[in-house]
């Protein structure tokens, strides 16, 4: 069975660094999509990057980009340039063309001014 | 805004009674997942559905129930309350297109029981 792993419950970053969250998982399959969430203090569930397994390039968006390392099983979220508004809690999500949707236990940032 | 429409977006109620929480899913989504976050939890997997049929099952309560309609809308039922059950219920929804592959939330529905 696949399972995400988030090793790192809480993480702290100051403001404007760079904080890089990690995720693992564990899978048998060779075509899958995996996904990084954002959970603000809103309890609001938001999108911020996802990553097709068959493509070897890194996704990006603005500031938020991936280490995909797919042999490794590996999919790390790098934010930089940190802003007080990236703090949150991050889940990490495997997701498979048979439509499972696996979730990590979150690595809660905070983001020091 | 995520397309995905979960009603009502709070709800109070006695323990012993009995709730129905809603998900419209984005256009096209055939896959509806719904999921319990308790403060400072993360995401637990109740159910999921696909195209009207039960696809997997998670940590779900025999308490709780879930169907998904003919026109690709969601209920989950909840009944015999405890206070336990106080918590935010997340819905997501998702399809896979050629290509590329999305799976979005609703609001949520923070219930709960007193």
């Known amino acids: 069975a696949q399972t995400v792993t988030q090793s790192q419950p809480e993480m702290s970053v100051q403001e404007a660094e760079t904080v890089t969250l990690s995720c693992t998982y564990d899978t048998s399959e060779s075509d899958y999509y995996l996904f990084w969430y954002k959970q603000p203090p809103s309890r609001q569930m938001i999108l911020v990057i996802r990553?097709?397994?068959?493509?070897?390039q890194n996704a990006t968006e603005n500031r938020f980009s991936v280490n995909f390392q797919k042999a490794a099983k590996s999919f790390s979220l790098k934010i930089s340039d940190s802003q007080l508004g990236d703090a949150a809690m991050y889940f990490c999500?495997?997701?498979?063309?048979?439509?499972?949707?696996?979730f990590g236990q979150g690595t809660e940032l905070s983001v020091k001014p | 805004d995520s397309g995905v429409t979960q009603t009502p977006k709070h709800l109070i109620t006695a323990t012993g009674q009995r709730v129905t929480l809603r998900c419209s899913p984005r256009?096209?989504?055939?896959?509806v997942y719904w999921y319990q976050q308790s403060l400072d939890q993360g995401l637990q997997f109740l159910i999921q559905y696909y195209n009207g049929e039960e696809r997997a099952k998670g940590n779900i309560l025999e308490r709780f129930s879930a169907q998904q309609f003919p026109d690709l809308h969601s209920e989950l039922n909840l009944s015999s309350l405890e206070l336990g059950d106080s918590a935010l219920y997340f819905c997501a929804t998702a399809s896979v297109p050629p290509g590329r592959a999305e799976a979005f939330f609703g609001q949520g529905t923070r219930l709960t029981v007193v």
């Open positions: 999500a495997y997701y498979n063309q048979g439509g499972k949707l696996i």
């Open positions: 256009s096209g989504d055939l896959s």
């Open positions: 990553q097709e397994a068959y493509k070897q």
